[in-house]
């Protein structure tokens, strides 16, 4: 049964207000579009789960769609800081834009990257906790009560432990998918497959929709499987400005561009204005960058991964 | 070798196989190890239930074998399949992350709550017999949604009082029972449903095994005889329907050919 | 750096008297070559880690290499018991060959299969302890003390923990490897890769020895980085009678005639005398097999995975 | 900008991107994060440490990059790989497991142990500067057997007292940060080196900063002006050898042809 619907569709039915989100992927596959899609539907009150909010969470929290961020590091990579969300946590009052449904002091709950991955690993476990060797000795617990000491039963050694993390919905964007939502990615994998598996309801969007037997041929590939996705969006383009291996590159530019755009209110309300809201979806948003401009991000040339042989046994 | 009650039409164990498949109507995922399982896990996708998915014990999900996998650790269940994936994945996000409706167990001992031995028989130190030991049998039977449960019944087999717990059942009925799962934050929610080769139980509501259905040409005393303890039994108790021609066609020339399982 | 060696080395160099020994693969790509390595060169008291001991450790503990098994399921799978290691558990006395070097009762330390992977991962992951939702209400933590309650830092809840593992040597097999033990797998992994990262020190047994730049194709698709890697052995049919993705068929046929071996002391020592002790190492026990043998055991056909493109970024 | 201590020769960025390179000698695997770090590993790849593994935070391995990456998560660090692995499988089995050598960190301060803030300057709750975080830093601290800083010195960064601890150093000393690392088990021996853009800090044996090496043309004046306490100063105290001309090359041709981190 085909789960093939559009993106506009896909966040109405699975996105709701006041959900906790997380649209994973580190660095790599991280799905602007449906971010986007979400502005666009004036969704607000969510928790916003990432262990990088990066540049996809300043602007849903620019557009007032957030009342909670849980990370693990808060920055434009490579760049500097995240302008929108610092507003929002550094001056609160004066934070958010005019008209934004959520003027109030963003929340923060805040972990380290293993912390994060823990926390998905839980959550897709159905554990009540994760340890880890981390946080002793540091003020991370003190600022995050969830992040709790908890002692092993064999010898008398402590670790910390973190609580389970199960978003409501949680967004990846891949390579290639079947109609059916089993998903494969390549390149870096980040924590999508835990932070899929921990969600309650999965959206998948992909730049290229495969036939099943494209799955079927690789299975150790498969990262996320068709059982537990929910909607299946075709989105080429869907990850810009950050990239998806083997299709094209990280936008650099645009995230130099973003240090400037978010310092200031006024320009930050204008550049949602002209490419989340002046766009009715992302294929009219790519055709606004330019052919040129996305020429320039396509691979220099392939690099294929080779075939390997699984073998006929009947 | 049993004896088929009509000895022209179907054996014991294809009864058995039948019975169980027709059981997995409605069911969505399923956690299946080799042999009879296997194969009735199969005559249901061919029948029942179109749309069950497999996820082997071994890894593989969504498998579409070229021929009946030998073990779950077969590679044509690979080959076409739509995920291979570690052992860590599979025990910790699909079974124990909630995603396994039923898991399918076999055993060497039950009692008549559906507690389930596949460790050793006499004590545990120094056993009579050493049997496989629990494998994924013990989170199966915690993490499945819930727990079918196929084998040939026997005095040895449906005992009293089994000598090793490897899988909770109904513990000592369903009422504690519940209480613990409900308390411990298990997913499972037990035993479901017994089949041997003599008929199909159900849990009743205290959360003993109840023959509700004989198989065509067994009698109670059979059954009484091949138990352990004073089975209860439904009243009315049903006949279970005999194997169809499609059925008995499909186990015999797709899924056991070779009657390896079905002798 | 080549760590290109002979079995014979790589047996001799790593695994010692009294180490824990874990050949891991689950059902597929089980390294009986090295089991029979370790046999010829009369290690003993080794305790032996494996989910599955299956017919290497029944065949390793009939030589008298094992004086403990810690496991999780003790059979020979599709066909019945194990036994040579039944008689040395359920008679003890008499269940060592004559001659044999350790005619101890052998010494088991039994978990779940979640069990043994959590005791992996730990020990991969240096923590002291894996928690998991497992042995509620059974007979399981009696039986091994080692098997512990703990109680999460969050509310009431109380999981089962099991200690971490590192053998002293992790073996494992697998299709393809480059010189510095980069190595690649595909179809069913078990837990290789938490067995291997667990470890002291790691073999690893291919079908095939890569160029780099093989590996290097498809990052993704590498299990085992050559960081860890102690010793890379070429072996091809290494796995015999377990299986090799793509390469070759479980040999059905010896997992049953073992049955019939295995139920007899003498018969036992005798096959191990032939197939083991009487040659010289796994190329002379292929020839022994017979080519008419092997070719059956060959795929009937070929199941290719295709090739996904990396892109080149430069 | 900063004033090249040889105006024609190098600038203090490129003084201390080399004098970290070579730090680097002897190291084997070195978790690294992007920007000066990245450069100053790849250098050592280039000359002091050519058997150098690279692991970076963002899951690849055995990288070999046709470009400079611009981040850590650039494309170019994944094609050619010898693995590219999942966050979980980084942090547990690479870092946690133990199998890095050293731990490369910047930090926006630090104190004489070697305690690290990349969290907030000023009060948690109501920060003044709300700075990125840990992410892994906290993690790489604990756990990679060493840990190496790169980072520009002045009063506000070199504090007397930082205002949050995102990542452990010699905590109050190193007789006690010794005892506690050992009782809980951290696989880390701390801070090993602090290299900044006036000179090289290595710790003695009571856990502090020692200045042992000044970068030539800098005078001890400016490191006690950059400093928010009185620093230990190694008695001889060694000039750092200057760049060499094969070592600029690299930067400048190779590593940063657009000077984007060495201006």
Known sequence: ?314 | MSAPSDAAAFSKSEMMIVAAARELAGQRVCFVGVGLPNIAVNLARLTVAPELELVYESGAFGAKPARLPLSIGDPTIVTGATAAVSMFELFSFYLQGGLVDVGFLGAAQIDRFGNINSTVIGDYEHPKTRLPGSGGACEIAINARRVFVIMRQSKRSFVDRIDFRTSPGNLGGAEAAARIRREEGWLGRGPSVVVTDLGIYHFDESGEMRLDSIHPGVTLEQVRETIGWEPRVADPLATTPAPTAKELRLIREELDPEAAYTK
Chains 1, 3 share one sequence.
């Open chain 1, 1 to 314: 049964m085909s789960k093939v619907i559009s993106m506009r569709d896909a966040v109405a039915a699975n996105v709701h207000d006041g959900d906790v989100v997380a649209i994973e992927g580190f660095t790599h596959l991280i799905c602007f579009a449906a971010g986007h899609e979400i502005i666009r539907q004036r969704k607000h009150d969510l928790t916003l789960a990432r262990l990088t909010p990066d540049l996809i969470y300043d602007q849903m929290v620019a557009a007032g769609t957030a009342r909670k961020l849980v990370f693990s590091w808060l920055g434009n990579p490579g760049v500097g800081g995240l302008h929108a969300i610092r507003r929002r946590v550094e001056e609160p009052e004066g934070g958010a834009p005019a008209g934004a449904s959520d003027p109030r002091p963003l929340e923060l709950e805040e972990y380290s990257h293993f912390g994060m991955v823990g926390r998905y690993t839980a959550g897709a476990s159905n554990l009540p906790f994760f340890p880890l060797r981390s946080y002793f000795e540091t003020d991370l617990p003190k600022a995050n009560p969830l992040i709790r000491p908890i002692r092993s039963p064999y010898g008398e050694e402590t670790v910390y432990a973190v609580p389970p993390l199960k978003p409501d919905v949680t967004i990846v964007h891949a390579q290639r998918a079947d109609a059916a939502g089993n998903t494969q990615m390549w390149g870096l994998l980040g924590c999508q497959k835990e932070a899929a598996f921990a969600a309650e309801r999965v959206i998948v969007v992909v730049e290229e929709l495969v036939e099943e037997s494209v799955i079927r041929a690789d299975p150790n590939r498969t990262v996320i499987p068709g059982l537990i996705v929910d909607a299946v969006v075709l989105e080429p383009w869907g990850a810009h400005p950050s990239y998806v291996q083997g299709a094209y590159d990280r936008d650099n530019r645009f995230y130099r561009d973003w240090d400037a755009i978010s310092r200031d209110e006024s320009s930050t309300a204008a550049w949602l204005d002209e490419w989340v809201y002046g766009v009715n979806g992302r294929a009219e948003y790519v055709e606004k960058l330019g052919r040129e401009r996305l020429a320039d991000l396509r691979p220099s040339g392939r690099a294929p991964s080779g075939s390997v042989d699984y073998g006929v046994y009947e």
